[in-house]
Structure formats: C-alpha cells, structure tokens
C-alpha cells in the first residue's frame, strides 16, 4: 500500500522540482536521482565535473537538499563506489557460475589464469568504479564522518567475501583462505594500477617512446598479470609446506 | 679545480637571497637546496605545503627563479621522488648484501619472507618516497611536459632493474626473470597501498572498531603481505610448468 496514492508523481530527473520528497518510495526515488546524476557527470567528465552544484542541478534537487540523503559529495561518490562494486563482484559471480556450468576447470596453471582474465575483465569493464576505488583512500574518505567510514568497510566486507567465492570458482581449486587473500589485495591493486593505466595525455605521448614501452599497458593487462601473480601467491602459501608462513 | 675559487660562498639555506647563481657548482647547490626546502616542507606538512611560494621562501630563491632549474612544483616533487627511489634502491643492495654475506640464504619458503620483509622495510623506514609515489601517477604527472615525463621513465628504468637485483640477491634463488617482474609490481603496489595505510582521523578512528579489524594494518605488513604473494607468484610464474603462460 503506497501512503499517499493521490500524490502525483514528479519526475526528479526530467526537470528542477524542488518540492521535498515525503514518502519512503519518493525518498529512495530521489535519492537514486541524485546518485545516477553524479554518475552521468563523473562518466563524461572525471571526478572534477562531479560537482555538489552540477549533481544537485542535474538530478533536479536544490543543493541543500542533497544533504537530507547524503553526508558530503564524497558520500555521493563513496554509495556510487559501492554500487559499482557490487556490481563487479556479481557480474563475477555469474561469469565464474557460467565457466563452472560449463565444466570442469582446467589444470594447474590454466584455473589460475582463467581467474586472472575473469577478474580484469569484470573491473575492466567498469571504468567508473576503478575510478572510484582509486579516488577513496586519497581524497573520498577524506571528507566522510566516522560512522559513515564504519557503514562503508561494513558493507565492503561481506562485498569482498562475495568477490572471494567468485575466485574460488572460476578457479576451481582454490582454498578459501587464499580466496579471501586473493580478494582483499583487490581493491589496493586496482587504486595503484588504474591511475598509472590511465594517464593524462603528455604521459600517453611519452610512453610512445620505445624505450618506454614496458610502462605502456593497457589496465585490463596489467591487473590481469598482478591479479595472477597474487593468485600464485595465494596458492602456493596454502600449501601445507608454506604453513610456517 | 673550481671555476671561480674567489667567489664568496652564498648560503641559499640560511637566508633569502636573490643573486643568480652563475657557475655549475652554485646552480648545483641552488637545485639542491630547493630539493631539500621542498622535501623539508612535504615531510612536515604534506603536499599541501610544499607550494611553489613555500619552496621559494624556505630555498631563498625568487619565486619566478624556480622555473630556472624545474619546470613546475611538480616537477620538483618528480625529482624528489627520484632521489627517493634512489635511496630505498641503494638501502636495498647494501641489506641484500648484508643478508648474503652473512651466509647461504634460508630454503623455500624463508627465502621468500626474507626477501618481502627486506623490501618492505625499505619503504616503511622512507614516507616521503612512499607518499611521492602514490602522487605520481593522479596528481604530479598531470603536470610535466613529455619531455620531463621521458626522463623520468628512463630514470626509472635503471631504478626498477637495480630493485630487482636487490630482491634477487635477498631471496637468494630467484631467476632474473622473475625478479624484474617483481620490481615491476612494487610502484603500483605501494600507491595502492600507501593512502589505505595512511588514512585521515576519521577513517583512522573509524578502524578502530573490532567488526573492522581487517582493514587495520600498518603499512609495512600490508606491503609485506602483499608483496611475498607477489613473490611467491613471480616464482611459481618462473618454473617450467607454468611457462605456457
């Protein structure tokens, strides 16, 4: 049962409405307005576009009003960075269930290098959350309040745990204590890959040097060959003779 | 033989001063003191310190005359990374040195640990080089020409294949092969690292909470964990089975 069905509906993105929402669903309607709004502005034009002012202009809220949903713009960017995690750990999770479903996993080394691809592969193909998480540590969670930071890592756990199982499976053999290892180097690998994969355009020219070309790789090649050198990691310390570890 | 041995020494440290310096050595000493005004500043206050102005002030040296030996603030915290690079390098060879000198290096897998916690301990023991790195990529490389972006990737290049050697000589039974890749994953890893490791008061009071205990790790152990599974993944990456990959 809605609480008040005579209301009519307003339609947040379409146009400024600076009427306040009152409802659970208007409440939630509108804050999902706010995040796709920060999300379209940091796609076309980087963190520096997503802006308090130009979030509030474009999701039709006055900017005030933004802070009855969220602490900060880094709030904003921290529930996207959320979002878009979630997303990559199931896009895994559906990747590694199709690769199971579709037989055994290969032998040693092939299960290690079909985590490896599966794992670039699903960050890779979100730009905006490798963006993101690179941006949390160094400026995001600047700007957050202490109980805000707890709720964040609280829903990162259960997030990196998911990211883990899907390891585990496209792997095929992977103990779950490495799973977990493997799962946790992921979000520092990804921060201190994604800046260098992604450089302003008098980096890109320079790396068109050939003397260069080891630092020319593209992010989905490079975090394919640190995750599977983490991978490696996580196998051989399960080992029964790297106990004393 | 000295160009002009009647010239008074200047002290650029001591007190502003606005002569040009004219011969190689007084250029030298003049670049060096605006390296170390800038590394002086960035270690007491943060990169939002070390601003052009500051860097003048505390070097003695006119603002406009910055540009005589750098090409921005940023190419003076590119030169202070280097030098940083440079010293955690050499602190590397001479533990590698020591550690092999004082006999065999241990079986697997303490050859591992041992080779993680040395290099570990070079970063940990130098912020300034471990922060410089973390900026390098999202903020300081915004700011070079592609020039100065060329040099300081051949800069590199020499840096990264004398950490490898360190790393090969501290393990004691790594092929060169795998120790390049090795050295080739530490830039990313600690600017993955370092911000996670060195939050701002909230995250850090934040983490204070039990349920978040995971997320607590001092810089040194996480990049010691890290980097042993990258070991032991350059390793396993190296023997004969794994080489179709």
Redesign the interface.
Known sequence: LRATPSRPKLHAMSEPDFQRARTPERKAERRAAILFAAGDLLDAGGPSAATLSAIAAKAGVVKSGLYRYFESREDILIQLMLAGIEGVVTAAEADAAALAARGAAPG???R??RAAALVAACFAGRPRVCLLI?EM??TL??N???????AL??R??PLIARAGGAIALAHGALPPTAAA??A??L???????W??AN??P??A???R?P??A??DQPFET?LRA?F??????????AQP??K??
Do not use: C, T
């Not at 979000?187 to 890959?193: I, S």
């Not at 599977?228 to 310390?237: D, I, K, N, P, T």
């Open positions: 040693y080394p092939g290690v290098a690179a540590a160094p969670e600047r957050i309040s202490v109980p805000g930071i707890v890592k609280l990162m756990l290892l493997a946790n180097a979000p520092p690998l990804v921060a201190g890959l800046p260098m450089p302003g008098a980096v020219e320079a790396l040097d003397r260069l080891g630092f490079s640190a599977h050198a983490v991978l490696l990691g996580a196998e051989a310390a003779w790297a004393s570890q």
